[in-house]
């Protein structure tokens, strides 16, 4: 069937592009992070990546029937002229460029989302709970997590109009800044202010990472930081090297093996959900 053929004829590119990307910013990021950490002290740097790694090729597999699923919504709405984007009937150009503006809003309100719904936090939480955050925790997302955006996203794309090639490039062209964001590069500051202008910068999304709960609810944009500064979420930190990264309270140790990953959003965590709102009311460091 053609549908068929399409599917093989480029998501296979697609999966290969991520990965060859993915690689080498991942290779250029660990030379840096190991010249000039802005984190010090990290003792077990390969089983780390290791374990975010693997998380990751679990998730590559499970999201790969997904894939099939998005082509064939998105394309039965392209066939029904479906879509807010072809709905405003702009030129192809514009139709591009507010198309994957959109997608970004709606990757900036699926995470804030997914801060504010405690069983949704439950899997986004195994991301936060990095406490030795590098380049590779931005693959480190649970594998529910990852489920729960791809179902959602059967819904977004024909709603949006967005086609499948058009999420394959906004994810290319999202995927190294999502690396860059969450490495422990020390950034300079004056660099770090120029590129945040237009992108979610380390300097941001550390700040995303830290253990106190109104930074952690705070710079929720992926790739293009607007988003925080448009809807009220933008926070910096003044000496970002201060801040503690992970989750308190939480099992870090046992989180930081693959199956611990896995496990974690099912484990009965006494008082866990309530610490979190606890940590809320006690707005203080
Ligand atoms: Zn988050
Ligand atoms: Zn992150």
């Not at 004829?9 to 660990?30: E, I, S």
């Not at 991301?127 to 649970?142: I, L, W, Y």
């Not at 140790?253 to 610490?275: H, I, N, T």
Request: proline fraction near 5%.
């Amino acid at each position: 069937m053609a549908v068929g053929e399409t599917m093989m004829a480029w998501l296979d590119p697609a999966g290969r592009g991520r990965f060859v990307v993915a690689a080498a910013v991942l290779g250029t990021l660990w030379v840096l992070e190991s010249v000039a950490p802005m984190f010090a002290g990290r003792s077990r740097r390969l089983t780390h990546l290791g374990a975010n790694l693997g998380l990751a090729a679990i998730n590559g597999v499970v999201l790969y029937g997904f894939a099939f699923g998005l082509l064939a919504v998105s394309e039965w709405a392209r066939m029904r002229g479906w879509g807010v984007v072809r709905w405003l009937g702009l030129p192809p150009v514009w139709a591009w460029v507010a198309v994957l503006l959109l997608f970004d809003c709606w990757q900036y309100w699926w995470h804030r989302i997914n801060h504010a719904v405690p069983w949704l936090w439950r899997f986004h939480a195994v991301h936060h709970a990095d406490a030795e955050m590098d380049a590779s925790s931005g693959v480190r997302f649970h594998t529910g997590e990852m489920i729960l955006s791809a179902t959602a996203r059967v819904v977004v794309l024909p709603l949006l109009g967005m086609t499948v090639l058009q999420l394959a490039v906004y994810e290319l062209a999202a995927l190294p800044v999502i690396l860059f964001h969450h490495s422990n590069v020390r950034m300079p500051a004056a660099v770090d202010r120029v590129l945040r202008v237009l992108i979610v910068t380390p300097w941001m999304h550390w700040v995303h990472h830290s253990r106190w709960q109104p930074e952690t609810d705070s710079n929720f944009s992926s790739f293009l930081s607007i988003w925080d500064r448009l809807f009220g979420s933008f926070r910096l930190r003044e000496r970002p090297q201060e801040i503690r990264l992970g989750l308190d309270g939480w099992p870090e140790r046992q989180w930081r093996s693959l199956p611990g990953m896995l496990a974690a959003p099912f484990v009965k965590r006494r008082g866990v959900d309530r610490e979190r709102a606890d940590r809320s009311r006690s707005a203080d460091q």
